[in-house]
């Protein structure tokens, strides 16, 4: 599958995204649990690339455990980052993200 259409199929998808995951919400609190363990050494005031970002639970978990990080979010589908976008505004947080649509390569190079 192509790039192009692997992104169609996300941009589709996007809307009922974390709704149609909802059942898996242990595995997702596992994760964040492990994620929480393996940062925990990052300073206060880190900045976290996040790749594949999709509607941002992991930035938004996160950025609840830690408000001195920045999350620069870089993902291909225009409709997952609008998602992550509108929630990141909901909850606060959307002055710490930088919000990239597109791959790694496509992100201007920072410090």
Known sequence: MRSDEIKAVFDQQAARYDERWARTAPIRDALHFLLQAVFAPLPAE??????GAGTGEEILHLAQCRPGWTFTAVEPSGAMLQVLCDKATRAGI????????GYLE???EQA
Do not use: D, S
């Not at 880190?46 to 790749?51: D, E």
């Not at 959307?94 to 649509?101: D, V």
């Open 106 to 108: 496509t992100l201007p």
């Open 46 to 51: 880190a900045r976290v690339l996040c790749i």
């Open 94 to 101: 959307e002055q710490r993200c930088q919000f990239h649509e």
